[in-house]
């Protein structure tokens, strides 16, 4: 993976779906484009996101856009609305776009019916928080005076009750539905 700064984006002309990324630069991206689509400038967003979904495509990325939240959604389905006229791209992504949009639909069905059904408790929350700063399971559970074995019980709640695999996207969606 390239280790550019996500300060340091690269010209949009110069991507490609082989270029050798690394996943912040890639929600850096994903960022920029919610950010220019929430000032009004909807154009600029397209502009910015669709290199990033055809390299999207090409390697079948999915939950780095269904963890970027509801501005992306809502992007994705304005470029999926849009006339094909308005940019060529656009015919070869729709397959694409439409999957992530369903994608989308179904992560959020699950995530409304796990958070009103079975909400975090406050330890799990600080621990989710700890993960999100960058902790390792001994380091929560020598700052919270717990067992290690006792931290991996509380992130495997974690994980089943915001219906997620991994500590990455558990703090991705904590954060989308508010939780961080």
């Not at 699950?110 to 902790?135: K, N």
């Not at 700052?143 to 703090?171: D, M, N, Y």
Request: hydrophobic fraction near 40%.
């Amino acid at each position: 993976m390239n280790q550019r700064s996500p300060e340091c984006p690269r010209a949009l002309d110069t991507l490609s779906p082989d270029d050798d990324l690394s996943f912040s630069e890639f929600e850096s991206a994903l960022r920029r484009a919610c950010s220019a689509a929430s000032q009004g400038s909807v154009d600029d967003s397209c502009e910015l996101l669709i290199p990033w979904l055809q390299i999207g495509a090409a390697r079948g990325l999915c939950m780095a856009f269904v963890d970027a939240g509801r501005p992306l959604l809502a992007l994705l389905e304005g470029l999926y609305h849009a006339p094909a006229t308005n940019d060529p791209r656009l015919s070869n992504l729709r397959p694409y776009i439409a999957t992530l949009l369903r994608f989308t639909a179904q992560v959020n069905t699950e995530e409304s019916w796990t958070i009103d059904s079975r909400p975090l408790s406050r330890r799990e929350i600080g621990i989710l928080q700890m993960i999100a700063d960058g902790m390792s399971n001994k380091g929560i559970a020598r700052s919270l005076g717990i067992t290690p074995e006792t931290v991996k019980s509380h992130v495997k709640s974690i994980f089943v009750k915001l219906a997620t695999r991994t500590r990455a996207q558990a703090v991705a969606r904590a954060e989308a539905i508010g939780f961080l």
